[in-house]
């Protein structure tokens, strides 16, 4: 495993470690396609994945019974955490899908060393120090039910089920070839609150992305579907 995945692991485990006190199991590490998921959870029914990809300008995600950890608290720290993220890390990105030049990859790690390191600690310190300052965050179940329920929800012109995300997270997916081969007999419905797209090729999705088509004020209910052809 590579830098990032051992920093990240390092600080999980260390600003986390209270879990413990409020009846956690020990996180349990699973790794799916390109993500690395660290999950554990109480008898109170609460449970927590975080999760993140092992290149240098990943975010790492926080879900508590399927919440996003920016729908469970407004703290500075967290809200613009990913618009950090963004501006450190997009530009060079979306010019690597562009042209597939690795250099633009090997200088995002840079700034990764640089900057992108000290972001994530930063973002885990105040996501653990939320939850030791609001313990019903980890013990009342029915706080991510009522949170989830409240999401806008899109008039939809499909039916079946739908994947949130965030914007971040579906320009990580043109990484992804399991995702990306879905286009061989599937085309790709994506919806936001106030946009719905249809693509039918990765190659509309890479043009998608590096034209900055999807409002990124939209993160919070942005949804995908894959269709049969």
Avoid at 24 to 53: L, M, P
Avoid at 138 to 158: A, G, S
Avoid at 221 to 228: C, H, T, V
């Amino acid at each position: 495993m590579n830098i990032l995945y051992t920093d990240i692991k390092h600080t999980l485990l260390r600003e986390f470690a209270f879990l413990k006190e409020h009846g956690f199991t020990d996180f349990t590490e699973e790794q799916i396609a390109y993500e690395i998921h660290f999950t554990c959870s109480n008898n109170d029914g609460i449970n927590i994945d975080v999760y993140f990809e092992t290149i240098s300008s990943t975010s790492i995600n926080i879900l508590i019974n399927g919440a996003h950890f920016h729908e469970i608290s407004t703290h500075e720290q967290v809200s613009s955490y990913y618009q950090k993220l963004a501006a450190l890390y997009d530009d060079n990105f979306r010019k690597y899908l562009e042209t597939n030049d690795d250099n633009f990859m090997k200088a995002n790690f840079e700034l990764y060393l640089t900057k992108g390191r000290i972001l994530n600690e930063l973002f885990l310190h105040a996501a653990a120090g939320i939850l030791k300052r609001k313990p019903e965050l980890l013990h009342d179940k029915v706080i991510y039910e009522k949170i989830i329920n409240n999401r806008p929800q899109p008039q939809r012109r499909h039916g079946g089920n739908f994947h949130a995300v965030s914007l971040r997270e579906l320009i990580s997916k043109s990484n992804d070839p399991s995702f990306m081969k879905h286009f061989d007999d599937h085309w790709l419905f994506i919806e936001t609150d106030k946009v719905e797209v249809d693509i039918h090729s990765p190659e509309e999705f890479v043009d998608l992305l590096m034209s900055s088509g999807l409002d990124s004020a939209n993160v919070d209910s942005l949804q995908y579907q894959f269709i049969k052809k």
